[in-house]
């Protein structure tokens, strides 16, 4: 059996392109594949200990190179890690792919250089970016349906699934998810105009045009006079109160429905959106039970009513079931909440210093006799400041206070300018984030319906990745024991999709005696 020296050069062929190094390179790292590989003495000993590690290699005694099937690109930057000690990469070759090999090769992901770390963490922060929207279900797929329901199991003693099981996830998608089916996009648009016509009454509620002032005053009875108590009350035209009416039956309805179908109770509870739905429709039907009343409490009620009438306008919410650039905009507020605080922190610094600034620049010049320098300046103390800095940083200007001294108005552009590069820095990372977050939506939005995924076929027999003919019985990767033809080795191999194959790479009698 021929012996290793350090100073060998050894080939290595993966995928199909060879590539050379030296042995005492592939030993830089130690705990990794190659290194393993290397740090043998012979070839019978290599074999030996790569038997133990999950990962198929073929050595060709006759070419004299080991054979990986992997990704050659690759495996070029990883063979550079050796050589150079620097892990970088390629900018050519999605994250998933390349984490991947580095976990094949034994690698260690935090090697990977800091100027590539952020190429190599885009796929990450794409993956988890996708996993905020839904993903679209077949509607052919039934059995998905049930998964996701958690119904898969609930079957009837025929063997078909109960009449409510059946329903339950079609009525959901129904009013749950608009793109789903004709009728979903129906019920989706017949909600989208209700949403806007009780926005709209909600408006013209307000408008002088559509109230009537109501004399309501009462006479009162004292032991020796009356007491005339003028009252008054503005009351809305009936036509709005009744296509209010209208709109809440709807929402009500709508309401229910997705209550009783819903396949997780708890979660539909928790929502926000769902909650906003009950908080709107709530008020309508305390002030219809209410309105017969006469009692001084049932008016308090109603006039508290009256005033909370504004959550109706919180159903604008609804529509974001309805577009996905609402959905984007909310999840772009809940990533940027990092870049907003620092955005508030900022703003918070400069109107701070800036209303400190104001208030001792104006007193410049004042009149002795005036210690607290009303007639000098509006800026009568610090915290009056504060508004005006804010107004000012924020590049509004309102003009209702402003500096009448030549060091006021020294300190007043520095304040503009200081609230026009605060501003500017964290807005690049928040526009940036709302683009991710868009051009993801649009692609979840347009891919192919979802489809099973794909199970490669047996490789027939004489691959190199099975059973040879000439070796024994064929064997199938799925089973558990092995074949074991007398003089093989016996090597594993990991594939991606955590399918475990049993490779058997056999040796003739030529090759073992040129290997001796």
């Known amino acids: 059996m021929g012996k290793f020296d350090d100073n060998e050069r050894i080939i290595l062929?993966?995928?199909?392109?060879?590539?050379?190094?030296?042995?005492?390179?592939?030993?830089?790292?130690?705990?990794?594949?190659?290194?393993?590989?290397?740090?043998?003495?012979?070839?019978?000993?290599?074999?030996?200990?790569?038997?133990?590690?999950?990962?198929?290699?073929?050595?060709?005694?006759?070419?004299?190179?080991?054979?990986?099937?992997?990704?050659?690109g690759v495996f070029a930057y990883v063979l550079n890690y050796y050589r150079t000690?620097?892990?970088?990469?390629?900018?050519?070759?999605?994250?998933?792919?390349?984490?991947?090999?580095?976990?094949?090769?034994?690698?260690?992901?935090?090697?990977v250089e800091?100027?590539?770390?952020?190429?190599?963490?885009?796929?990450?922060?794409?993956?988890?970016?996708?996993?905020?929207?839904?993903?679209?279900?077949?509607?052919?797929?039934?059995?998905?349906?049930?998964?996701?329901?958690?119904?898969?199991?609930?079957?009837?003693?025929d063997g078909s699934l109960s009449r409510w099981k059946k329903w339950q996830p079609v009525i959901w998608n129904l009013f749950e998810d608009p793109y789903s089916s004709r009728a979903a996009?129906?019920?989706?648009?017949?909600?989208?105009?209700?949403?806007?016509?009780?926005?709209?009454?909600?408006?013209?509620?307000?408008?002088?045009a559509f109230n009537t002032i109501i004399n309501k005053t009462d006479i009162v009875r004292n032991d020796s006079m009356l007491d005339l108590g003028p009252q008054y009350e503005i009351e809305t035209d009936p036509a709005l109160t009744y296509v209010e009416g209208v709109c809440v039956f709807w929402f009500t309805i709508e309401f229910l429905v997705r209550v009783i179908f819903s396949p997780d109770k708890l979660e539909f509870v928790k929502s926000v959106l769902n909650i906003i739905d009950f908080v709107a429709i709530l008020p309508f039907y305390l002030e219809v039970g209410l309105s017969g009343m006469s009692s001084k409490a049932a008016k308090d009620v109603l006039g508290f009513l009256r005033v909370v009438r504004f959550v109706r306008i919180l159903r604008i919410f609804k529509l974001t079931r309805h577009f996905i650039g609402?959905?984007?905009?909310?999840?772009?507020?809940?990533?940027?909440?990092?870049?907003?605080?620092?955005?508030?922190?900022?703003?918070?610094?400069?109107?701070?210093?800036?209303?400190?600034?104001?208030?001792?620049?104006?007193?410049?010049?004042?009149?002795?006799?005036?210690?607290?320098?009303?007639?000098?300046?509006?800026?009568?103390?610090?915290?009056?400041?504060?508004?005006?800095?804010?107004?000012?940083?924020?590049?509004?200007?309102?003009?209702?206070?402003?500096?009448?001294?030549?060091?006021?108005?020294l300190v007043g552009a520095l304040c503009a300018l200081a609230g026009v590069l605060t501003i500017a820095m964290p807005v690049p990372v928040i526009v940036?984030?709302?683009?991710?977050?868009?051009?993801?939506?649009?692609?979840?939005?347009?891919?192919?319906?979802?489809?099973?995924?794909?199970?490669?076929?047996?490789?027939q027999t004489g691959s190199p990745t099975y059973c040879k003919t000439d070796l024994g019985p064929t064997c199938n990767s799925t089973q558990a024991d092995l074949c074991l033809p007398k003089g093989n080795r016996v090597l594993e191999r990991h594939r991606s999709d955590n399918c475990k194959e049993v490779v058997f790479t056999g040796f003739t009698q030529a090759e073992s005696s040129v290997l001796s």
């Open 185 to 208: 996009r129906f019920v989706a648009f017949a909600s989208l105009f209700f949403i806007l016509v009780s926005i709209t009454t909600f408006c013209l509620e307000t408008h002088e």
């Open 13 to 72: 062929n993966v995928g199909g392109t060879r590539h050379e190094t030296y042995r005492t390179t592939l030993k830089t790292l130690p705990g990794t594949r190659l290194a393993l590989l290397a740090s043998e003495s012979d070839i019978e000993s290599v074999l030996d200990q790569l038997q133990q590690v999950p990962g198929f290699i073929e050595y060709n005694a006759r070419n004299n190179e080991y054979f990986f099937d992997r990704h050659p």
């Open 432 to 459: 940036n984030n709302f683009g991710m977050y868009y051009s993801l939506a649009m692609a979840k939005q347009k891919l192919p319906k979802r489809r099973k995924k794909h199970i490669p076929q047996a490789v």
């Open 326 to 409: 609402l959905r984007v905009l909310g999840h772009t507020l809940r990533a940027s909440t990092n870049e907003f605080l620092l955005l508030i922190i900022f703003l918070a610094l400069g109107v701070l210093i800036f209303a400190t600034m104001i208030y001792y620049a104006e007193r410049i010049g004042a009149n002795p006799n005036d210690p607290t320098a009303s007639d000098h300046t509006m800026f009568k103390n610090i915290p009056i400041g504060f508004w005006w800095a804010v107004v000012t940083m924020t590049t509004l200007g309102y003009g209702d206070m402003y500096p009448q001294t030549w060091s006021g108005m």
């Open 85 to 111: 000690g620097k892990l970088h990469c390629p900018a050519d070759v999605c994250g998933p792919l390349f984490e991947e090999e580095l976990s094949f090769w034994g690698i260690d992901e935090t090697d």
């Open 114 to 157: 800091p100027c590539c770390w952020m190429t190599y963490r885009q796929h990450r922060d794409a993956e988890e970016a996708l996993d905020v929207f839904e993903m679209n279900v077949d509607n052919d797929e039934d059995d998905e349906i049930g998964k996701r329901l958690g119904i898969e199991d609930v079957v009837s003693a």
